[in-house]
Each structure stands twice: as structure tokens, then as C-alpha cells.
T-cell receptor, first 115, second 111 residues
Framework: DAGVTQSPTHLIKTRGQHVTLRCSPISGHKSVSWYQQVLGQGPQFIFQYYEKEERGRGNFPDRFSARQFPNYSSELNVNALLLGDSALYLC??????????????FGPGTRLLVL | QQPVQSPQAVILREGEDAVINCSSSKALYSVHWYRQKHGEAPVFLMILLKGGEQKGHEKISASFNEKKQQSSLYLTASQLSYSGTYFCGTEEETSGSRLTFGEGTQLTVNP
């Protein structure tokens, strides 16, 4: 079975530009979460979507936005890029907490470098 | 507030044991453990749910003390492949499914 997939794998942008990152969850998973991981730190929660609705938002500025599509894939958008946005962006998919199997499985990530 | 992991780093010889601790000041619903190798995504190891039993498989096991909001990961008879950074991710009772990760514990296993 295919795991979580993300695209692109690497991206180089300049300050002020916009970026869109994509994620496809494991088949059957309706929940997608986005995390930002800066070098040397643990992943930091950005968003969670379930059934196309935002269910949680971390402490990130409004430049960060996301959405989930009817096929449960998701996009993360970041506007007006700053140097500090350089990081590994991870997508994780899971079943809902009520299922009792809410393990979050991570995709390979998109490594974003802002110059 | 993120959970606190200890130790920050540990170096082992192949075959030795290690314990990694994770402590939170919040009421937790679950604790998730991941291992991440350099340049790769975190790989799921195990999840411990409130009210659940100690989990384990092969030589890696974990416990969750609900009263103290603490979890420990036990690595026995370590192998070279165990090297990497270990993260605990905590899920609070009231936060839905978002995980809050600690700073990580860097584990190095030498021959």
C-alpha cells in the first residue's frame, strides 16, 4: 500500500514569493496534518484538516493557509516567504481519534529553502 | 508548551540498553514515539493511549504514566540501525489530534 506522498521533494524560492506544497494521504485516511520542522528541532504543528474542514491551527501567521480536497489530498500555501520559512514541511495522515487508531504517518516531506 | 525529553543525547555501544524520557505539563490523551534519521521523515514507532497497556515489539518498548504525564521509551540490546533522533509527540486531552513534539534525543550506536 502507498504511504503518504508529498510534492515537490525540494524547492528553492526567494523572499516574498509564494509556495504551494501538496500532500496525498494514505488510502482511507481522511485526516491530514501539516508540520514545519526547522533543522535541529522537533516538528511544529501548523494545521489539521478532517473531512475538508480545518480542525486545528498552530501558532503560525496568516501567511500560512491550507485546504483539503474531496479526495482528502491537501495543499499548504505560504505567501510572502521569509528566510525563516526555510524548513522541512511534513504532512501526516491518520484515522480519526474515535477510531482508536489515530497514529499519524508522515510523508517524506518537502524541503523548502528561501533565499 | 512542548514536552521535555531527556537525555538530549546518548552514545551507546552495540548491544547496550537505553531509556529516553518524555515529560509533559499537560493532561495527555496519548504519547507517540518516532525515530528520524538525518534527512528523512520521522518513522512511527509506537503509540501509548491513556488507559492503555505498555506497548512494545521486539527490542523496543514504551510505557506511559498517566498520573505523572510521563512516557519512557526502552531500547534493549541496541543495534546500529537504532541510531537517529527520537521524538515524543504528545496529544492533549482537549487539543484534538495535533501532536506537540519535544526537542528530540539524539541516539548514536557505535560498533
Amino acid at each position: 500500500d502507498a504511504g503518504v506522498t508529498q510534492s515537490p521533494t525540494h524547492l528553492i524560492k526567494t523572499r516574498g514569493q509564494h509556495v504551494t506544497l501538496r500532500c496525498s494521504p494514505i488510502s482511507g485516511h481522511k485526516s491530514v496534518s501539516w508540520y514545519q520542522q526547522v533543522l535541529g528541532q522537533g516538528p511544529q504543528f501548523i494545521f489539521q484538516y478532517y473531512e475538508k474542514e480545518e480542525r486545528g491551527r498552530g501558532n503560525f501567521p496568516d501567511r500560512f493557509s491550507a485546504r483539503q480536497f474531496p479526495n482528502y489530498s491537501s495543499e499548504l500555501n505560504v505567501n510572502a516567504l521569509l528566510l525563516g520559512d526555510s524548513a522541512l514541511y511534513l504532512c501526516a495522515s491518520s484515522l480519526p481519534r474515535a477510531s482508536g487508531q489515530e497514529t499519524q504517518y508522515f510523508g517524506p516531506g518537502t524541503r523548502l529553502l528561501v533565499l | 508548551q512542548q514536552p521535555v525529553q531527556s537525555p538530549q543525547a546518548v552514545i551507546l555501544r552495540e548491544g547496550e540498553d537505553a531509556v529516553i524520557n518524555c515529560s509533559s505539563s499537560k493532561a495527555l490523551y496519548s504519547v507517540h514515539w518516532y525515530r528520524q534519521k538525518h534527512g528523512e521523515a520521522p518513522v512511527f514507532l509506537m503509540i501509548l493511549l491513556k488507559g492503555g497497556e505498555q506497548k512494545g515489539h521486539e527490542k523496543i518498548s514504551a510505557s506511559f504514566n498517566e498520573k505523572k504525564q510521563q512516557s519512557s521509551l526502552y531500547l534493549t540490546a541496541s543495534q546500529l540501525s537504532y541510531s537517529g533522533t527520537y521524538f515524543c509527540g504528545t496529544e492533549e486531552e482537549t487539543s484534538g489530534s495535533r501532536l506537540t513534539f519535544g526537542e528530540g534525543t539524539q541516539l548514536t550506536v557505535n560498533p
